[in-house]
């Protein structure tokens, strides 16, 4: 008895004055101190990168243009990411007991959900939008505008993502508090039905995935079928280095291309392919968290694929960090000098 007493005295529990409170475990060691530093990092990270991509296509008149005003959903999306999931999903991998009620667990679950869709609804429109440059370049003009048809899209997607989000969370009993059950006090977790696995599975990642490796690899083929039509003018007149130009273009695209379709592949599928692999796929099971954070650590890199890689960024960048942009018109500035 006296054993028995002993062990139960050394068990932690989330609120020890409830009955049915949940047992706590806190996770401690160097190991553990690490991890979580690494993923605090990453999301203060995710929040700075994706703030700075939105005060510039925001803030730059020039910048004003329809691939930015997709790359701006995107990166508003995955900031929600950085600002609300990451921390909260930091603090449960510390302490595994949740504290802040039902009502903080459906409303964290509806903000996790509906940036991921939103990220995706993005990726897909960006993609759609490149394909229209590339294909149609004559029509692209008319076909996209800033403040109608772009911003008519983004609204659109964003509105199906709520909508698809909140049927989820529904049909999973995971959307009113009253809905939520637990083994015990002082739990948020997020059981999926086999049968919305599926569903989600084909909305949520093969339709976009599908759409984006189609859209890419065409793009990829008109860009080489245009840049070949470029070397044989430049060889028809007599310049030596077409070919070495257009063999740059080519390899240039193809790297951007490739990175795209790599990154998305190989966040996205981990967490799929793992819902299929376990019996019991809940929020708090070891391959849910960490799949779950290459999805979240997925909101980190979009910025670095879409944004770091063009010069616009990186100068509009210098004039933030300086307080450049706090200067009269200071909207106006030229952030492609080598163009004029």
């Not at 930015?68 to 999306?77: D, E, F, G, K």
């Not at 008319?142 to 403040?147: D, I």
């Not at 694929?305 to 909207?331: D, E, G, L, N, P």
């Amino acid at each position: 008895m006296s054993t028995d007493q002993s062990l139960s005295a050394n068990v932690l529990f989330c609120f020890p004055n409830h009955n049915f409170s949940c047992r706590k475990e806190v996770r401690t060691g160097t190991g553990y101190i690490f991890l979580f530093t690494f993923l605090s990092c990453i999301s203060v990270c995710t929040v700075i990168l994706n703030l700075l991509v939105i005060i510039s296509i925001s803030h730059f008149k020039q910048l004003h243009t329809p691939t930015n005003l997709l790359i701006l959903s995107l990166a508003a999306a995955d900031l929600l990411v950085g600002l609300f999931v990451m921390p909260v999903d930091v603090m449960q991998l510390m302490d595994s007991c949740w504290y802040l009620g039902k009502v903080a667990c459906c409303i964290l679950d509806l903000i996790n959900y509906i940036s991921m869709s939103g990220s995706l609804c993005s990726l897909t429109f960006i993609a759609i939008d490149r394909y229209i440059a590339v294909c149609d370049p004559l029509l692209y003009s008319t076909r996209v505008t800033v403040l109608c048809k772009t911003s008519l899209i983004i609204i659109l997607g964003w509105s199906f993502a709520v909508f698809y989000i909140i049927i989820i969370c529904y049909f999973n009993d995971h959307l009113l508090p009253s809905q939520l059950s637990s083994n015990c006090y002082g739990e948020c977790v997020m059981v999926m039905k086999y049968s919305w696995l599926i569903v989600d599975l084909v909305v949520s990642f093969l339709t976009p995935c599908s759409v984006i490796i189609v859209t890419y690899l065409i793009i990829f083929k008109v860009a080489r079928r245009q840049a070949k039509a470029v070397r044989a003018v430049k060889n028809g007149a007599g310049n030596n280095h077409g070919p070495q130009s257009s063999s740059s273009s080519e390899t240039k695209a193809a790297k951007k291309i490739g990175t795209v379709i790599f990154v998305f592949i190989a966040f996205w599928i981990p967490f799929y392919l793992g819902s299929f692999s376990v019996d019991n796929f809940t929020s708090v099971s070891i391959v849910w968290t960490v799949f779950g954070w290459l999805l979240e650590i997925n909101s980190s890199v979009n910025p670095l694929i879409y944004a770091i890689f063009y010069s616009w960024f990186r100068t509009s960048c210098k004039f933030i960090v300086t307080c450049r942009i706090f200067r009269h018109s200071s909207s106006r500035f030229n952030l492609f000098p080598d163009h004029f």
